[in-house]
């Protein structure tokens, strides 16, 4: 696949002018919890009450219909073998019904939950990578990484990058690591400081 230059410098916050002017790069790295942070911070805490609240009632309710199945399945249980067998059966289909009931709203409630939590950590989320990237601007930091990341599906645990200019450096090694080829070159491929090797003799 061919990628375009300024698509790359695009991609990385570089300069498109060749031989543009570097600066000291910083060069400390950086982890933070961003899902612990949020969760201390005062709306965090203000919001994560707020949630427990609005979802108190259906816990409730999911913690009742669980009582009622132990409750059915401890009396299936204690009186099975002074039970008909009509009367168990029903038992036991009483039982399974609750119980496929009970795993479908758990799941429900259990997705809507994770809606609800995800909101409010995209909410949240922008706001503090404004403030991730001001520190890190501020206090020099090259790169940092969200340790948060190994608990969730976040695919890159990279959150902050200093731009890193290297044009300078590639140039006169580009130059050097091709000047004895030009461009008339077999197409061969290398890396800079890497030789590229002579074309096999044709054969028979």
């Not at 427990?52 to 401890?74: G, H, N, V, Y």
């Not at 909101?119 to 990578?129: C, D, I, P, V």
């Not at 070159?185 to 003799?201: F, L």
């Amino acid at each position: 696949m061919r990628i375009s230059l300024p698509f790359v410098c695009l991609l990385f916050g570089l300069p498109t002018g060749v031989g543009a002017q570097t600066a000291p790069l910083p060069t400390k790295v950086g982890v933070v919890d961003i899902q612990g942070a949020i969760a201390r911070t005062k709306e965090g805490r203000k919001a994560a009450a707020q949630l427990q609240i609005r979802w108190a009632p259906k816990s409730t309710d999911l913690q009742k219909k669980q009582s009622e199945i132990s409750a059915l399945t401890e009396q299936l249980k204690e009186s099975s073998n002074t039970m008909s067998e009509e009367n168990k059966n029903q038992l036991v289909q009483e039982i399974e019904q609750k119980t496929k009931i009970l795993n479908r709203d758990t799941e429900d409630a259990r997705m809507d939950f994770q809606q609800d939590s995800d909101k409010l950590l995209s909410e949240f989320g922008q706001r503090m990578m404004v403030v991730i990237d001001k520190y890190a601007r501020d206090n020099g930091y090259a790169v940092i990484l969200d340790i948060s990341s190994q608990f969730n599906s976040q695919q890159t645990p990279v959150v902050y990058y200093a731009p890193a200019d290297i044009t300078d450096a590639i140039v006169p090694l580009y130059d050097k690591n091709w000047a004895a080829t030009g461009p008339a070159a077999s197409g061969a491929e290398g890396v800079a400081g890497v030789a590229p090797k002579p074309a096999e003799p044709a054969k028979e």
